[in-house]
């Protein structure tokens, strides 16, 4: 069979695409690129429902692919039909899964390949989920960084976010079998892997002695000590003197951290049930400044969030400037039918909430040149990945782009010393 994948949402959306790549072809499927201008024998959209626009283009993009490929076998899975029973069945589809037993998917696919007839709907109930379903990490398309999914699900119910709903609660992939699929990427050439999860931060809770996150970084790092071990987004209660201090001994864990802190103002933290002030948030951004040299330290933040009024997003933006991030992704608050904050009042209008986004835009990027202009005349070593317009181009552990001139790069690491900010990275050249 012929196959596609189309993939909407974060990183383990990513990495749950590329294991039903990899499963679809051990089966012996083609995996062919959905630009194919035949039709093929199937569509995989793999969707994401973490905001109301997102809910628009998983209904696009089915819409789409039922009208293009009217005989081809359409499946949609993730978290969309978790969280909206039916409505894929609407669209089109005709095989329904949700988050859960990707590993049984394909034996579902297959069927409703062979023989079209009513939708078939393969869905549980997250919420009952106890088990983290073990997949093979890595993927199939020779990419330099891996993904390596260790966590699933989320039991914090911050009050904007429908994902525990569509993930369930914790689980958690035992340290020795991440040790064994950390050892298997580095067998398989990957260079860097980034540590990921729902909330990664809850890594172990589930798990007999409740490790810690930082046991797990341990077992990585000795398991696959030539690769990169970059983190996914962590909670700032994971940053401890404990953590910082056995992570900066780590020597292949990369120093950027991704501390999501989606509001700097404590009222608005609090009506998002988030678990942390902004006195926590700030100790844990100066304990990794003084264990690791200038890292990399970036966030989330929401603007306009319900009942955020202009002086709460000026603290809130005071306070970023505060955190001196090297890069801020900035969201303006987007309704999730089902989330309290839904029912919120003090629903901030649109003009103001892209008003806001704009001021703290332009903070951001005051932030992101201040921490670029420190890094010139450092030396890192660059893990490049492609050429682009004559140059190489790649990441330095801290995640900041870096580009420099070199022959057939792909896949090195080699060590560069920046010598100018650019527009869209770094400028560097290469010492050895
Ligand atoms: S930590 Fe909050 S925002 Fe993140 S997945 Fe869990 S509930 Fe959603």
Not at 54 to 81: M, T, W, Y
Not at 159 to 170: F, L
Not at 308 to 318: P, R
Request: with cysteine; charged share 25%; net charge neutral.
């Amino acid at each position: 069979m012929r196959f596609a994948i189309l993939t909407l949402g974060c990183k383990v959306n990513q990495y749950e695409s590329q294991a039903l790549e990899q499963a679809g072809v051990l089966r012996g499927h083609i995996l062919c690129d959905v630009s194919d201008a035949t039709s093929l024998d199937a569509y995989i959209v793999n969707t994401c429902t973490v905001t109301a626009v997102s809910d628009q283009k998983n209904r696009q993009l089915i819409r789409r692919l039922r009208r293009e490929h009217p005989h081809a076998a359409l499946a949609v899975c993730g978290c969309f039909p978790q969280t909206h029973p039916g409505a894929a069945e609407e669209l089109g589809a005709d095989l329904v899964c949700g988050t859960g037993d990707r590993n049984g998917f394909w034996d579902a696919l297959e069927a409703v390949a062979a023989q079209k007839g009513p939708v078939v709907t393969h869905m549980d109930n997250a919420l009952k989920r106890r088990e983290f379903e073990e997949l093979p990490a890595g993927g199939l398309s020779g990419r330099t960084r891996a993904l390596l999914k260790v966590e699933d699900g989320c039991c914090n119910f911050c009050s904007y976010c429908i994902i525990p709903y569509a993930r369930g609660p914790v689980r958690s992939l035992p340290l020795d079998k991440a040790a064994a699929q950390a050892k298997k990427l580095a067998d398989d050439g990957f260079r860097e892997m980034v540590v990921n999860g729902i909330e990664i931060s809850s890594w172990g809770r589930d798990l007999p002695g409740q490790p810690a996150l930082i046991d797990l970084l341990e077992a990585l790092s000795a398991a696959a000590p030539g690769v990169r071990l970059r983190l996914g987004s962590l909670e700032p209660r994971t940053i401890d003197e404990d953590f910082c201090r056995r992570a900066a001994s780590l020597p292949n864990l990369c120093p950027h951290f991704h501390l999501s802190l989606q509001s700097g103002c404590d009222k608005t933290l609090k009506a998002m049930n988030r678990k942390y002030d902004s006195a926590r948030y700030i100790r844990s951004v100066e304990l990794l400044r003084q264990h690791f040299d200038d890292p990399g330290v970036t966030t989330d933040l929401i603007v306009g969030f319900p009942g955020e009024t202009e002086e709460d997003f000026q603290k809130s933006l005071a306070f970023v400037e505060k955190c001196a991030f090297s890069a801020l992704h900035i969201f303006p608050y987007s309704r999730r039918p089902g989330t309290p904050a839904d029912k919120l009042p003090g629903q901030v209008p649109s003009a103001e909430k892209k008003r806001r986004a704009a001021q703290a835009a332009q903070v951001a990027e005051r932030l992101r040149l201040s921490y670029w202009q420190r890094q010139v005349d450092r030396t890192f070593p660059v893990l490049f990945e492609e050429e682009k317009d004559g140059l190489w181009q790649g990441h330095a552990p801290n995640y900041v782009a870096v580009r420099a001139a070199g022959e057939a790069l792909h896949n090195q690491v080699r060590q560069v010393r920046i010598t100018a900010v650019g527009g869209e990275s770094l400028l560097g050249e290469i010492v050895e």
